[in-house]
Each structure stands twice: as C-alpha cells, then as structure tokens.
C-alpha cells in the first residue's frame, strides 16, 4: 500500500480540462501547507473493503469537497457502531438464509426499544441529579436506593451510626431536592387555581 498524490497542474483550469501532476509526500505537504493552497480543496481515496490498496490523496472541486466530506462524517458515524451491533434494514423479508446464519437478527417482539432508551435516559439524568446534591443528602439517596439491597431507613441508620429520624429526614429532605432538580410532581398534588 503506498500514498499518491495528484494535483491540478493548472489550479484555474476547469474541472473538464484538467492536467493532473502526481506529487510525492514531501512535494504535497508543502503545497497543502503553503499560501498556494489556500481555495483548494484535496480529498482521500481509501476503502474498508481493499486495505492494501493505495491511497490516493486527489483534488477536488469545493462541492467534490463537500459531497465527500459529508459521506467521510456518515461513514464515520456508522463505524461508531459497527462492533457494537449489526445495522439491518427493517424493510428485508427474512428469508431462511438469514434465519439460519444470523438469528439474532430477528425481531424480538418483547423488546420494547423505546422504552430501553428511555430509560437509560431518565437514569442517567438521575445519576446527573444526585450528583449535584451535597454529601450528606447524596449519600442517603445512594446507600437507600442504590446499595441497600432493600434495607429499612432504621437498619441503614445503625450502618452509619446515626438516629433512624435523622437518616430519614436527610433522606426526605434529598428526595425533595431531585424533585426540584427534576420538576417532578411524584406524590404532589397541584393546587387548583380558580
């Protein structure tokens, strides 16, 4: 695999008349690093499918430019989850072929996706939100609804060492302060206004 450089002989030719000059490395660094570039654009040529192959640094017009950087940015997005999941369009017909080779392709009727990412969302807006509160307060939330394993208010109080009413209202009063974070009306009646 090697890095080839082509370049318009004449930068204002038109793009239908074009002499191309093959650079070398040092040759086009100086050109895309001097004045002399300055309203040029140059794109890359490379692939996922062919690594060894060369890659080909070209010029280009500003909407070549534009074309290829908005599919580079694309790519770049798709490749983000491309070890993660596998992306299928929800428009092919399953056909035995792929029942038989990738099955976990297959829509899971009990999946509910949306409410997954809701509710990854709201959690870690709650991880957001307990966070900002002060120590005493965070520590109630933490060790009450996330570490206890179901433990009382008293039974989490002798862990600490403190009065079973003190853990309480420390815990009463943070709850009130994610409400307010959080503008949450859980437990709240709104009073009506006539």
Same mark, same amino acid.
């Given at each position: 695999?090697?890095? /080839? ?8 030719? &038109? ?18 690093? +001097? ?7 140059? *794109? ?19 909407? &070549? ?10 790519? /770049? ?9 596998? *992306? *299928? ?10 029942? &038989? ?9 009990? #999946? ?19 966070? #900002? ?20 208010? /008293? ?17 009463? /009063? ?17 009073? +009506?206004?006539?």
């Amino acid at each position: 695999m090697a890095n /080839r450089f082509f370049v318009w002989q004449d930068p204002s030719q &038109q793009p239908g008349n074009i002499t191309w000059i093959e650079l070398n490395g040092l040759e086009f660094y100086k050109l895309v690093s +001097s004045k002399e570039a300055n309203g040029r654009y140059f *794109i890359t040529l490379d692939n996922d499918i062919s690594p060894e192959d060369d890659v080909i640094y070209i010029e280009a017009t500003k909407e &070549q430019y534009q074309d290829w950087e908005k599919t580079l940015s694309h790519h /770049r997005y798709l490749a983000k989850f491309y070890g993660k999941y596998e *992306i *299928i369009s929800i428009d092919a017909t399953p056909s035995n072929d792929l029942v &038989q080779q990738s099955p976990e392709q297959l829509e899971d009727v009990l #999946t509910n996706v949306e409410k997954g990412v809701v509710d990854v969302a709201m959690h870690e807006t709650l991880l957001k939100a307990v966070a #900002t509160l002060s120590g005493k307060s965070r520590e109630a939330i933490i060790r009450k609804y996330f570490e206890s394993g179901g433990l009382s208010d /008293r039974e989490i109080a002798e862990e600490l060492g403190i009065k079973s009413k003190t853990f309480e209202k420390r815990r009463e /009063r943070a709850l009130e302060a994610l409400r307010k974070k959080l503008k949450l009306n859980v437990g709240k009646s709104k009073k +009506s206004t006539k």
